[in-house]
């Protein structure tokens, strides 16, 4: 079984960059897609960026496309979320998910069996 931690938040100034980590311990499967979701006060969860475990394929939501990074390094288990040019609406609770069997459609509808705890990430105007 997969456990995920996430890492990296805190806050920031609008303008500013801020990247996120994932470490994931257990055995990964090459199958596996990995995803990163925010909640935002008062809002409901949602999809940000996704990215295969094997392979380069990635998948981003258009409210944040040309900002955001989705990365990962196999050798470290670890995937990341490179934000830049955050503005206040960033501002949430960040979520990293894994769906074991690699379908995007689940992951992205934020059923992926296995997630993180979450970090708060807060930018200040």
């Known amino acids: 079984q997969v456990q995920l931690a996430e890492s990296g938040g805190g806050l920031v100034q609008a303008g500013d960059s801020l990247r996120l980590s994932c470490a994931a311990s257990?055995?990964?499967?090459?199958?596996?897609?990995f995803g990163w979701f925010r909640q935002g006060f008062g809002t409901e969860r949602e999809f940000v960026a996704a990215?295969?475990?094997?392979?380069?394929?990635?998948y981003y939501a258009s409210s944040i496309e040309g900002r955001f990074n989705i990365s990962k390094d196999n050798a470290k288990n670890t995937v990341y979320l490179q934000m830049n040019d955050l503005t206040p609406e960033d501002a949430a609770v960040y979520y990293c998910?894994?769906?074991?069997?690699?379908?995007?459609?689940?992951?992205?509808?934020?059923?992926?069996?296995?997630w993180g705890k979450g970090i708060l990430v807060t930018v200040s105007s």
């Open positions: 990215i295969r475990w094997s392979g380069v394929s990635t």
């Open positions: 998910a894994v769906d074991a069997l690699g379908s995007i459609r689940i992951l992205q509808a934020g059923r992926a069996n296995t």
């Open positions: 257990g055995r990964i499967p090459s199958s596996a897609v």
